[in-house]
């Protein structure tokens, strides 16, 4: 899951590989405004390089490791602070030129500057030092050299990784040189719009939606949503592709119930869009920053687009939970269908099940597969998406993992291989509780966060069982985000 990050309060510099340590404790030697020439050591988890001056670490957004560059200073704490690159002393070999016109202001991506073998090296690195740092673990390789230990094999990445995204959704504003509609990610550490028409990580079709949402909500004088006012009918517009299908769906989001001209919008985004098979309106009357509200409404066509994975169709509503690049889960499922070592009579638990994804994917090896998910709505989701395939031996249930599956098992109900895929924030300790009672053979964990990864496999090792092998899968090219299947058997 693409599923916010934080900087803790110690300093830290990172090897030219990207090992984390702490940083020596100093008081900062530099002032702000100052120029300073400053060699890179490593990336943060979010894309700033690490650099180190005279024993201080600063982080400098844009450079890279290997390099050397002279930056401003624009703020310093006692270990640590932040500057801005001014010039390339030194250039990595690999830094290249980002083919995005806008890369440089607008928030999506983070290493357009950094080639593509770079990333995936950097991300194995990265979930490495996540493990080794905070879970404690040996890592084959790593440390004294040691062979033995969890086996990180290389990145899985992309042949081609451009135009992977099947879903995008982004703000809809105002612009403040001409006062138009203007729709686009948010600039890096900010909430104002970059006005953009073509994203180089997004299907074509969803440009294309909204660069036609942007043209007929001008036409129609629609007024974007004001954060700071709360006034405004437009807050967001989402489009969806169905990359096998190529069924498109439109989502706008509105501050308001009754959405003016909505026979208008329809219309037109029926005569400019021939693709589409669903226009729906979501009604977020809230002063917050998350996207949905509750209320969903279909204004023309079907509730639901359908996509395919791997031959299993899935039907995907506005709000559904359904993994944007097609490719990379197909590659990431079928690795935790390994790991879970089927035969065809083992009984699964799918903790976070979602829309039902891998569950069905587990489902066509595996004797039984129970799902389990905490928003009602997915598992109505999953349920029908069973049902779509002939799948028979799978059942969906509501409510917290941590909850259910005790239920479960004093239902008599025992499973042999437990598969988690957990949002940012990791597992529940709960759950890591009833996972290490229930005793499965097997632990498969898909993460999309290596740190929240290693201090649960820290959890279950403790526990009493042991990582074998992690794969790291790049669902997210051009960005720091990597995802991980994991294999843990119990000792």
Avoid at 110 to 134: G, T
Avoid at 244 to 253: A, N
Avoid at 374 to 394: F, S
Avoid at 469 to 490: A, G, I, N
Wanted: with cysteine.
């Amino acid at each position: 899951m693409n599923k916010g990050r934080s900087r803790g309060g110690k300093g830290r510099s990172r090897g030219a590989a990207g090992t984390v340590a702490a940083a020596v404790s100093v008081d900062a030697p530099f002032q702000k405004n100052e120029e300073v020439t400053v060699d890179i050591v490593g990336l943060t988890h979010d894309g700033e390089g690490v650099g180190r001056a005279d024993g201080f670490t600063l982080f400098i957004q844009g450079a890279l490791p290997g390099e050397r560059v002279r930056a401003k200073v624009m703020k310093t704490k006692k270990q640590y602070g932040y500057a801005r690159l001014e010039e390339l002393l030194q250039a990595s070999p690999s830094r290249i030129e980002a083919p995005c016109d806008i890369y440089k202001e607008c928030g999506g991506c983070q290493l357009q500057h950094f080639d593509y073998p770079a990333q995936l090296e950097w991300k194995r690195q990265h979930v490495v030092d996540n493990l080794v740092r905070i879970g404690k673990l040996n890592v084959a390789g790593e440390g004294d050299g040691a062979p033995e230990g969890i086996i990180v094999h290389q990145t899985v990445g992309m042949e081609d990784p451009w135009r992977y995204r099947n879903k995008a959704s982004v703000p809809i504003g105002t612009s403040a040189r001409d006062g138009q509609l203007i729709a686009g990610f948010y600039a890096r550490g900010s909430h104002r719009i970059i006005d953009m028409d073509d994203c180089l990580i997004e299907h074509e079709h969803n440009d294309e939606v909204i660069r036609v949402v942007k043209r007929i909500g001008r036409e129609l004088g629609a007024t974007p949503y004001d954060e700071e006012s709360g006034r405004g009918v437009l807050r967001h517009v989402m489009a969806r592709t169905g990359v096998v299908t190529g069924e498109i769906m439109v989502v706008l989001v509105t501050n308001v119930r009754k959405l003016p001209s909505s026979e208008e919008w329809v219309k037109r985004i029926r005569e400019e869009l021939p693709g589409v098979k669903s226009i729906v309106q979501n009604v977020n009357e809230r002063n917050t920053n998350v996207i949905f509200g509750d209320e969903t409404r279909v204004l023309w066509g079907s509730e639901v687009i359908y996509d395919e994975l791997d031959g299993i169709r899935f039907a995907i509503s506005a709000r559904s939970f359904y993994q944007v690049n097609p490719m990379q889960t197909v590659a990431l499922y079928r690795k935790a269908v390994e790991y879970a070592g089927l035969t065809g009579t083992e009984t699964v638990i799918d903790a976070y099940c979602g829309i039902g994804t891998i569950s069905l994917f587990l489902a066509r090896q595996a004797g039984r597969v129970y799902g389990v998910e905490i928003v009602p709505e997915a598992i109505e989701d999953a349920a029908r998406n069973a049902e779509l395939n002939g799948i028979t031996n799978a059942s969906f249930e509501a409510g917290p993992a941590e909850v259910v599956i005790p239920r479960w098992r004093k239902e008599g109900i025992t499973a042999d291989v437990i598969v988690v895929d957990p949002p940012r924030k990791g597992c529940d300790p709960a759950l890591l509780e009833t996972i290490l009672a229930m005793k499965p053979e097997r632990v498969v964990y898909v993460s999309c966060n290596p740190s929240t990864l290693a201090r649960d496999l820290r959890v279950l090792e403790d526990g009493g069982y042991r990582t074998v092998e992690v794969v790291p899968v790049d669902m997210f090219p051009w960005t720091v985000h990597v995802e991980c299947c994991v294999l843990l058997v119990r000792i």
